[in-house]
């Protein structure tokens, strides 16, 4: 096997626990997640720190105890002190992984303004061992183990948590009885009050959290060199499979980290990043599991056991999630994400090369899916038969354009040939007038020096950079603008006007200047306020089921930013009246079915020096959905100045340029057959933009 040598130490802390002193709450893999995972790491590393506190079910009638050394027992104690032990010995840079594979639980929390929050108002723990005490368990809640990582974040430390467990309870909505959830006791919980008197510097407030768009996943701290893995989302199960060679027990999330792992190993790719190695875990979950949704926090682009920003990029626009017969290969992308039928990808192992892989033709689209069939392939036939779930997707041409391109008469011929480096954009007559779908724009003139870009309107674009005709770049500055202001445009105009979307009764949003609360939105929905100044926004969900959505700001500098929730996916909504999600035993949670942001606003000082522009006009767009909702934050954009600054060397990679629009898909469960994959419920999104103009001087 392939020995790698990392610049810094390992450490692993691995907890595994299927024995609790309840029988009806064993499990069967949690053990074995971790026993593996140390074997896989030991597997290719020579020097690694191991740590593994695991509690074994031994099958025998009558067992009071885990078989372990008692020194080995997933204890409150065992698990604190080893978090301490290693922040202690490790230095700077050093690598640590934290593993648990065990129960998860929450808690109502309604009296404690400071505590580990779920964003529906809730306590979650992880379920530990305590053979003293009266119910044989304690919880490590989020806030304690909140600062045992702040304290290794502060040394340096590049941090990954992996939590295959779920911290929702006794929820259950399927028949597989094996769920890392359980309900939560008040005697373990008076037994071992809460110590803290004050919070981690890494939480915030339950008014900040609701109310603040800047504020982090409350999953315990700053992402900076940290990353969290987590099995589901608040409200799902994290579900034991039997799986693999040995038919043995693994929790899902765990199995497919150590699939990915094994993949990496064996394909040699020392510097794949979170990202990667997420966008591998998620596309097999997909295929295998309903209803579980992992979730990635903090700091993508680091690689798994390095401590640099990789220099390898997630260049694929999607991931293939199922190969069916007759060559079909489906892809996590569809019409949110403006895919056409006729659009190419070419399909390759994140070991290989893109032009080594398969290319593919989209012959059939849905809302959230599409299905392609092979074209042709570099390699051999037996390419087209080895496309695996979790094979990469990259965007290689489309079957129209985003956007038209006309061409003034006096343009001179160092702009001729410049849309042929964009796979976005198209040349359209001058004289002839383009599709009402489709952006036009058109390229002049003026003054003899100077290009300028105008609408389809041919009028002027405010809030435009420059550029002389003289410059020695002149024409790569130009196709940067065209390609930026095509892909800001498809955002802006992106929406479902499908019947089966969300509709306006389903949710309500609102916005309140801060400053005057009865300044609200308009019938426009738009909404005018003061230069710095906050904005209290609302989203309240209406329907009796989970709502999930992400905000993205459009700024008057043409940058799109993903404002909300910040550094993860989406944001989950509980139903106004929990009983069609929460169990009985959770009932007295208060979910409220409403999200608060509160956004500051401010006039550019761009655009108060290059455009002496008093008003700034920003567009929130709210990607709403009764499914997980991604790749919104794929859909950032520099601002405008900056892109032109930056990409002017690096034309014509329109998909590296643009941070792949179409990455990951929005919506990640498929209407591909009208119907959710393994569900009865159609899947149902929207989109909904709320405009603020920050005024300069006014009162």
């Known amino acids: 096997c392939i020995a790698f040598m990392p610049a810094t130490e390992i450490w692993?802390?691995?907890?595994?626990?299927?024995?609790?002193?309840?029988?009806?709450?064993?499990?069967?893999?949690?053990?074995?997640?971790?026993?593996?995972?140390?074997?896989?790491?030991?597997?290719?590393?020579?020097?690694?720190?191991?740590?593994?506190?695991?509690?074994?079910?031994?099958?025998?009638?009558?067992?009071?105890?885990?078989?372990?050394?008692?020194?080995?027992?997933?204890?409150?104690?065992?698990?604190?002190?080893?978090?301490?032990?290693?922040?202690?010995?490790?230095?700077?840079?050093?690598?640590?992984?934290?593993?648990?594979s065990g129960h998860g639980t929450l808690r109502p929390t309604k009296a404690s303004e400071f505590s580990y929050l779920e964003d529906y108002g809730t306590d979650a723990a992880l379920v530990l061992l305590e053979p003293d005490a009266r119910c044989g368990v304690r919880y490590l809640r989020g806030i304690e183990l909140a600062r045992f990582l702040d304290d290794m974040v502060n040394k340096g430390l590049k941090i990954t948590v992996l939590l295959d467990s779920c911290h929702s309870g006794s929820i259950s909505r399927g028949e597989d009885p094996i769920v890392r959830g359980i309900s939560w006791n008040v005697d373990v919980d008076s037994e071992f009050p809460l110590q803290i008197?004050?919070?981690?510097?890494?939480?915030?407030?339950?008014?900040?959290?609701?109310?603040?768009?800047?504020?982090?996943?409350?999953?315990?701290?700053?992402?900076?060199?940290?990353?969290?893995?987590?099995?589901?989302?608040?409200?799902?199960?994290?579900?034991?499979?039997?799986?693999?060679?040995?038919?043995q027990y693994y929790g899902a999330l765990s199995y497919h980290v150590l699939e990915a792992l094994d993949f990496y190993f064996r394909s040699n790719i020392q510097d794949a990043t979170h990202e990667l190695f997420y966008q591998r875990i998620r596309a097999k979950m997909h295929h295998k599991l309903v209803g579980q949704h992992p979730i990635l926090i903090g700091a993508k682009r680091t690689t798994l056991f390095g401590t640099k920003v990789a220099n390898r990029k997630s260049s694929s626009t999607c991931e293939v999630t199922k190969v069916s017969g007759d060559n079909e290969i489906w892809l996590n992308t569809g019409l949110v994400n403006g895919i056409y039928i006729g659009d190419k990808y070419t399909i390759y192992s994140q070991a290989e090369a893109a032009e080594h892989g398969t290319c593919v033709t989209i012959t059939d689209i849905h809302a959230t899916e599409a299905v392609a069939k092979p074209i042709s392939s570099t390699g051999s036939k037996e390419d087209d038969h080895r496309i695996q779930v979790g094979f990469c997707a990259t965007l290689t041409s489309l079957a129209q354009p985003r956007a038209y391109v006309k061409l003034s008469s006096?343009?001179?011929?160092?702009?001729?040939?410049?849309?042929?480096k964009s796979i976005w954009l198209q040349r359209f007559p001058m004289d002839e007038l383009a599709p009402m779908d489709t952006p036009c724009f058109s390229v002049?003139?003026?003054?003899?020096?100077?290009?300028?870009?105008?609408?389809?309107?041919?009028?002027?674009?405010?809030?435009?950079?420059?550029?002389?005709?003289?410059?020695?770049?002149?024409?790569?500055?130009v196709l940067t603008i065209l390609e930026h202001l095509s892909k800001f445009t498809f955002v802006q105009a992106l929406n479902n006007r499908r019947p089966s979307s969300l509709i306006d009764s389903d949710f309500l949003i609102t916005a309140n200047a801060e400053a005057d609360y009865l300044n609200t939105l308009g019938s426009d929905n738009s909404i005018i306020v003061p230069h710095n100044s906050k904005v209290d926004i609302t989203?309240?969900?209406?329907?009796?089921?989970?709502?999930?959505?992400?905000?993205?700001?459009?700024?008057?500098?043409?940058?799109?930013?993903?404002?909300?929730?910040?550094?993860?996916?989406?944001?989950?909504?509980?139903?106004?009246?929990?009983?069609?999600?929460?169990?009985?035993?959770?009932?007295?949670?208060?979910?409220?079915?409403?999200?608060?942001?509160?956004?500051?606003?401010?006039?550019?000082?761009?655009?108060?020096?290059?455009?002496?522009?008093?008003?700034?006009?920003?567009?929130?767009?709210?990607?709403?959905?009764?499914?997980?909702?991604?790749?919104?934050?794929?859909?950032?954009?520099?601002?405008?100045?900056?892109?032109?600054?930056?990409?002017?060397?690096?034309?014509?990679?329109?998909?590296?340029?643009?941070?792949?629009?179409?990455?990951?898909?929005?919506?990640?469960?498929?209407?591909?057959?009208?119907?959710?994959?393994?569900?009865?419920?159609?899947?149902?999104?929207?989109?909904?933009?709320?405009?603020?103009?920050?005024?300069?001087g006014a009162s």
């Open 12 to 100: 692993l802390l691995l907890v595994g626990i299927n024995f609790y002193p309840n029988e009806a709450n064993r499990l069967r893999g949690a053990v074995n997640d971790v026993s593996d995972i140390e074997s896989s790491l030991k597997r290719y590393y020579r020097e690694i720190n191991v740590i593994k506190l695991v509690a074994s079910v031994t099958g025998k009638p009558g067992q009071t105890a885990p078989p372990e050394d008692k020194h080995l027992w997933p204890t409150w104690v065992n698990f604190t002190d080893n978090l301490k032990h290693i922040t202690q010995k490790a230095f700077p840079n050093d690598i640590v992984w934290v593993h648990f």
């Open 197 to 247: 008197q004050t919070p981690s510097k890494s939480l915030v407030s339950k008014k900040e959290i609701l109310r603040d768009a800047n504020n982090t996943f409350p999953w315990l701290l700053h992402p900076q060199g940290y990353t969290l893995l987590a099995a589901c989302g608040p409200h799902e199960l994290a579900k034991e499979i039997c799986l693999g060679k040995k038919q």
């Open 410 to 420: 006096e343009i001179d011929t160092t702009l001729e040939g410049i849309l042929e």
């Open 444 to 477: 002049v003139k003026t003054n003899g020096q100077q290009y300028t870009i105008l609408d389809s309107k041919d009028c002027y674009i405010p809030n435009m950079p420059s550029v002389l005709s003289s410059t020695s770049d002149a024409s790569d500055r």
């Open 539 to 696: 989203f309240q969900n209406l329907t009796n089921e989970v709502l999930y959505f992400a905000v993205l700001n459009l700024t008057p500098l043409r940058r799109i930013k993903h404002l909300y929730p910040a550094r993860r996916d989406y944001q989950v909504v509980m139903p106004h009246d929990p009983q069609e999600v929460l169990p009985k035993v959770l009932h007295d949670i208060d979910p409220s079915g409403v999200v608060r942001l509160k956004p500051h606003m401010t006039v550019l000082t761009r655009l108060m020096k290059q455009q002496c522009d008093r008003i700034a006009e920003d567009v929130l767009k709210f990607f709403v959905s009764t499914c997980p909702v991604y790749g919104t934050n794929a859909m950032e954009l520099p601002d405008l100045w900056d892109a032109v600054e930056r990409d002017a060397t690096t034309i014509g990679s329109a998909d590296e340029a643009f941070g792949a629009l179409m990455r990951k898909t929005l919506v990640e469960e498929s209407e591909g057959t009208g119907r959710l994959r393994g569900e009865t419920k159609m899947a149902r999104w929207a989109c909904r933009s709320i405009t603020i103009r920050t005024v300069l």
